[in-house]
T-cell receptor, first 115, second 112 residues
Framework: EAQVTQNPRYLITVTGKKLTVTCSQN?????MSWYRQDPGLGLRQIYY???????DKGDVPEGYKVSRKEKRNFPLILESPSPNQTSLYFC??????????????FGPGTRLTVT | GEDVEQSLFLSVREGDSSVINCTYT??????LYWYKQEPGAGLQLLTY?????DMKQDQRLTVLLNKKDKHLSLRIADTQTGDSAIYFC????????????FGTGTQLKVEL
């Protein structure tokens, strides 16, 4: 089954304790992206990757890191989480290119609470 | 700016039509999208429209695009309880598939 998986689905942590949210897709997609969803703000892009070893900042990259060492995996790293990073996080992937419809496939989400 | 705006809530009765509106800011967007987010799940692509079209119909869904006013709408005919979800419009600003800008989302509640 074609899918995007994220782990963990739920995480409660404390300020300053490094954490990683994993994302994996089995569709051989080049493009992957991380979003955060906050009430009244919709989805905001954190980072995206056009392919292996190619990553770039989205709209709200501060406090986050990513890496793309393999095509299927795109982990999101919070080196020193803070309460304002409490949010619902989504990973997405796509194979779209220039001029094509851009259908992103989303993971189920990771609800992160930082106390 | 790149704000894509939607009203936050919409409540309709089962069987009625729902109209969800979206105002976007960049007239050069190639495609405009509607995504659906069911409770506890990620977003799924519902439908899309190419920027040179005015209307697209897909079963119970009708998408209208007014490029002059930068207004996009999604009409759901014969709304069912299973349509209760958050609906996001999104625009592809780059045309290259590397950035979608999402609206704030409209929560649709369907009442019996």
């Amino acid at each position: 089954e074609a899918q995007v998986t994220q782990n963990p689905r739920y995480l409660i942590t404390v300020t300053g304790k490094k954490l990683t949210v994993t994302c994996s897709q089995n569709m051989n997609h080049e493009y992957m992206s991380w979003y955060r969803q906050d009430p009244g703000l919709g989805l905001r892009q954190i980072y995206y990757s056009m392919n292996v070893e190619v990553t770039d900042k989205g709209d709200v990259p501060e406090g986050y890191k990513v890496s793309r060492k393999e095509k299927r995996n795109f982990p999101l790293i919070l080196e020193s989480p803070s309460p304002n990073q409490t949010s619902l996080y989504f990973c997405a992937s796509s194979s779209a290119g220039t001029g094509s419809i851009f259908q992103q496939y989303f993971g189920p989400g990771t609800r992160l609470t930082v106390t | 700016g790149e704000d894509v705006e939607q009203s936050l809530f919409l409540s309709v009765r089962e069987g009625d039509s729902s109209v969800i509106n979206c105002t976007y800011t960049d007239s050069s967007s190639t495609y405009l999208y509607w995504y659906k987010q069911e409770p506890g799940a990620g977003l799924q692509l519902l439908t899309y429209i190419f920027s040179n079209m005015d209307m697209k119909q897909d079963q119970r869904l009708t998408v209208l695009l007014n490029k002059k006013d930068k207004h996009l709408s999604l009409r759901i005919a014969d709304t069912q309880t299973g349509d209760s979800a958050i609906y996001f419009c999104a625009e592809d600003l780059t045309g290259g598939g590397n950035k979608l800008t999402f609206g704030t989302g409209t929560q649709l509640k369907v009442e019996l």
